[in-house]
Nanobody, 129 residues
Framework: QVQLVESGGGLVQSGGSLRLSCAAS????????MGWFRQVPGRDREFVAS????????YYRDSVKGRFTVSTDNVENTGYLQMNTLKPEDTAVYYC??????????????????????WGQGTQVTVSS
């Protein structure tokens, strides 16, 4: 099993940047597809971005395209979500997740929370206007 620990959340002004980290332990992250999701109170958890097991294929929700970048570092065994030009509507708890069930190359499975079997604890991102 892999354990995921997130860090990097915080309070930032609109237009600012944050980089979320997802440190993996127990297993090598390259054995998993990785996804990032976010959730606000009262709403379902929603897909933000994903990267395939090979690292060669990435997907983003439309509202973050061109602003967010997902990546993994196999040496550090850590996943990252670089978030630029943040907007108040990006405010949420962000979760990283790893999947042993999918390779992350197919969009319609990469965006499904239920396809991910390991989750971080979540980190709060708050963007002030």
């Amino acid at each position: 099993q892999v354990q995921l620990v997130e860090s990097g959340g915080g309070l930032v002004q609109s237009g600012g940047s944050l980089r979320l980290s997802c440190a993996a332990s127990g297993r090598t992250l390259s054995n998993y597809a990785m996804g990032w999701f976010r959730q606000v109170p009262g709403r379902d958890r929603e897909f933000v971005a994903s990267i395939s097991k090979s690292g060669g294929i990435t997907y983003y929700r439309d509202s973050v395209k061109g602003r967010f970048t997902v990546s993994t570092d196999n040496v550090e065994n850590t996943g990252y979500l670089q978030m630029n030009t943040l907007k108040p509507e990006d405010t949420a708890v962000y979760y990283c997740a790893a999947s042993s069930l999918i390779g992350g190359t197919a969009y319609y499975t990469a965006i499904m929370p239920r396809k991910y079997d390991y989750w971080g604890q979540g980190t709060q991102v708050t963007v002030s206007s």
